[in-house]
């Protein structure tokens, strides 16, 4: 089946610096990708969705110039918080979609905690 | 724009039972498709089932059936002979197939296998 990764899993920083997240299509070309946030107990609530050689198309309330995505590559797309708050904190998923299905992959998560 | 509801923030069964989770959503939309996922303690989303709404026949997925009921806009899960591993929070999800197909999520039921 589709195997979605995203490294790292778990990442620490402290408050002002800037921590970036990948995301990677294993086994299929991912022509959009989707980033979702999810506070503890709540649902997974989109950022943004990117395609690959284009800008990232960014929810309404979701600071663009916080979150920077890129999609450089059919199998890879980056998040990257800039200047990280603790209130940035927050697990964040992605989801890769090939252009033969409509069908969503997930990675398995990435635990940001920004001290 | 959509909006999916689940009116049953957590419930709990005891193993071998039978349980329904209840969803329900609002669109304009005549094709679009719904999901159910599940979220795990580990947190990695997991496809449980989907149904196309052109599609009357409800779908199954071994334990698993939904009963989609278009015209009530109404999308319940059903899980037979439930498991410990059946233990998770579980989302209905509705799409749109038009261009960047993204998901719009419920809040999610936490659903407890009681052994």
Known sequence: GAVVSQHPSWVICKSG???????????????????YRQFPKQSLMLMATSNEGSKATYEQG???????????SLTLSTLTVTSAHPEDSSFYICSAQSALSYEQYFGP???LTVT | AQTVTQSQPEMSVQEA????????????ESNYYLFWYKQPPSRQMILVI??????QQNATENRFSVNFQKAAKSFS????????????MYFCAFMKPAGNEKLTFGTGTRLTIIP
């Open chain 2, 50 to 55: 989907r149904q196309e709404a052109y599609k």
């Open chain 2, 17 to 28: 039972e039978t349980v329904t989770l209840s969803c329900t959503y609002d669109t304009s």
């Open chain 1, 109 to 111: 998560g990435t635990r």
């Open chain 2, 77 to 88: 899960l059903k899980i037979s002979d439930s498991q410990l591993g059946d233990t998770a």
């Open chain 1, 17 to 35: 610096t800037s921590v970036k997240i990948e995301c990677r299509s294993l086994d299929f070309q991912a022509t959009t990708m989707f980033w």
């Open chain 1, 62 to 72: 979701v600071e663009k110039d916080k979150f920077l995505i890129n999609h450089a």
